[in-house]
C-alpha cells in the first residue's frame, strides 16, 4: 500500500510523495490503515486535496495523521540576526493606508491557527499601527535576562514600536537609529523558536526593507495593493524595489477588492477592480487572492481583533486565510524545491 500511495503527484511540487519524503508511516492499527503525513508546512494550501488523493488510492478507510514539520526557507538555522526563525515573511505596500498592517496581522494570526508558532514585526516604526489592531495598549515591555519579551496574543509573538510610546507621541529619527531599531526588534527579543516571522514593513519602498534584507535572509514578500490605478501604479514600484533587494516574491493581494452589499450580496467595485491581478499577471507573479472591503472587517479591526480570529467564517477571513495558505505554500516550495519552482506552478 505504501508504495501505491508514494506515487501520488504533489499538485504544487509536480513531484511524487516518495520523492518529497512525506509519507512518514503508513501501517494497519486496529484494522484503520494510518498514513502519517509530513505536509512541508503547516498552512498547505493543497492539504484538503492530498487527504483525498490518498483516500481515494488507499480504497479503504484511512486515519490520516498529521506529522508536518514546517520547512525553513534560512539557508542555515543560525544565520542572519534571527537564527530561531524558519522563514521570514515581509508584507509590504507602495503606499500607506492600503490595509497592509490588516493583511500582515490576519497572515500571522491565520497561520498560528494553522499550529504554527509564528511571530509579528511591526516594522513601521514612525507609525506603528499593529498594537490599536491587536487591541494592545500599553507603555513598556517586560524584559527577562536583558532581553525584551515579546507581547503574546492571539497565539502571536509580537514587538512594535507603538509599545515603547504613547499613541500621540510622533518619532523622528535619521536613518541610522531606524537602522538600530530593527536590529533590535530582531536581536533583542526573546522570540524563541518560530516556523513564521510575518514583518509588516512601512509604506514605501525605503530604509527599513533594505535593513531588514541586510540582516535576514528573507524568505519573500507578500504586496497588499489596493485596485486604484494609482496603488496599483506604487504597487509595480515595490515589486521592482523588492527585485533590487533580491528579495523573492511571493505574490500580490489585492485589498478592498470590491464591496459586498449587506442587502442584495451583489458585488461592487468601488475602487475599480482587478488591478492588483493584472499587475500580478505583467509580472508573472502569482495571484494571492481579493480581500472585500468590508464592515467586518473594519469592526474587527476596532475592536483590536484579526478578522481570521472575531469572524472565521467571513468572506474577508475566508480569503484571508487563503492568502496565508498559498504564502506559507510558496515558501515550502522554496524550502524544498527552490526558487525557481515557486515561479513555475502558479496554484490559485
Ligand atoms: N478589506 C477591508 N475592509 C474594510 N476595512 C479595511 C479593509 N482593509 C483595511 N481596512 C481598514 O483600513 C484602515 C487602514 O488599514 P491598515 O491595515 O492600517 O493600512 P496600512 O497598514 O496599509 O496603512 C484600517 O482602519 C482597517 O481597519
Ligand atoms: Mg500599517
Redesign the pocket.
Known sequence: MQAVLEKLIHPEFQQSLAELEMLKGVEKKDGILEVKVDFLTFASPVKQQLVQALKEAAGEPVNIVDVTEQRSTQPALGGGALPTVKNVLAVG?GK????????AINIAAALALEGARVGLIDA?IYGP?VPP?IGVEQFGVSMRDHRLQPVEKFGLKIMSQGFFMKPTDSIIWRGPKLHGRIELFCTQVEWGELDFMVV?LP?GTGDVALSLSQMVPLGGAVI?STPQQVAVGVASKAIDAFGKLNVPLLGLVE??SYYSCPGCGQPDNVFGHGGAREVAKNYELPFLGE?????T??EA??KGMPVVVSHPDSA?ARALRRVAQLAAGRLAVAAVAGYDAVYENTLT
Do not use: A, R, Y
Request: aromatic share 0%; glycine share 12%.
Open positions: 505596500s500607506g493606508g492600503v490595509g497592509k498592517s490588516t493583511v513601521d499601527s489592531l509588516d509604506p497588499v485589498n478592498m480581500i472585500p472591503l468590508n464592515s472587517m473594519m479591526s476596532e474577508p
